[in-house]
């Protein structure tokens, strides 16, 4: 049973970058970033196999967030640059049991409680 904290969440002008952090308990394989807005369900964001050689990235995202990963400490981040309000969401961390990226929420085994991130106008 691997455990996901993530953490790096805050408050940020539009425009603005933050990276967004996931630390697991033990060894990750494929894994990925989830948000989830106000009265909206959970989209997916980006995603990374396990030698971080494949990436995949949301349309609304490309070129403006950077997944990448650390295996030697087991910790997976989001860098995000130019953001929006339309980014405002509670960002939750994912890890599978397979290798690679996949953009599907079903096929993640563990998940990080979130952690916020609102950008202001």
């Known amino acids: 049973q691997v455990q996901l904290v993530e953490s790096g969440g805050g408050l940020v002008q539009a425009g603005g970058s933050l990276e967004l952090s996931c630390a697991a308990s033990g060894r990750t394989n494929g894994m990925a970033w989830f948000r989830q807005a106000p009265g909206k369900e959970r989209e997916f964001v980006a995603a990374?196999?396990?030698?971080?050689?494949?990436?995949d990235y949301a349309d609304s995202v490309k070129g403006r967030f950077a997944i990448s990963r650390d295996n030697a400490k087991n910790s997976v981040y989001l860098q995000m640059n130019t953001l929006k309000p339309e980014d405002t969401a509670v960002y939750f961390c994912?890890?599978?049991?397979?290798?690679?990226?996949?953009?599907?929420?079903?096929?993640?085994?563990?998940w990080g409680q979130g952690t916020q991130v609102t950008v202001s106008t």
């Open positions: 990374i196999s396990r030698s971080g050689g494949s990436t």
């Open positions: 994912a890890g599978r049991k397979g290798l690679g990226a996949s953009a599907r929420a079903y096929e993640y085994d563990y």
